[in-house]
């Protein structure tokens, strides 16, 4: 492949890639969310396979970067922890894959 038929703005456009969604298991988390209103953690944890101490900690870091809202309640004195994308994070999310997509579409085949 010759560097005429490349189009280096594909990696500029890679270098802006989301971290924070770009981490494996919080991209995971976050697909599962984009996909439906509101999920409970359990739920979550076993679509993902993370443990509780993982995803929690995951959790936590899409919260304070406001593309999660985390909402603990009980249900007949059992917790409940329900989970949902912001407007913010779903958008982030169709920025990212926008981009992602971008960025594979332009990549020469084998």
Known sequence: MSNETFDASLLEALGEIDKMIHEPARLQIIANLYVVESADFLFLMNQTGL????????????????????????????????????????????????????????????
Request: aromatic letters at 6%; a positive charge; hydrophobic letters at 30%.
């Open 51 to 110: 443990t509780r101490g993982n995803l929690s900690s995951h959790l936590s870091k899409l919260e304070k970067a406001g593309y999660l809202d985390i909402k603990k309640e009980f249900i007949r004195k059992i917790p409940r922890t329900l989970l949902c994308l912001t407007q913010d994070g779903r958008k982030a999310f169709d920025s990212y894959r926008k981009r992602m997509q971008r960025v594979l579409d332009g990549l020469p085949e084998n």
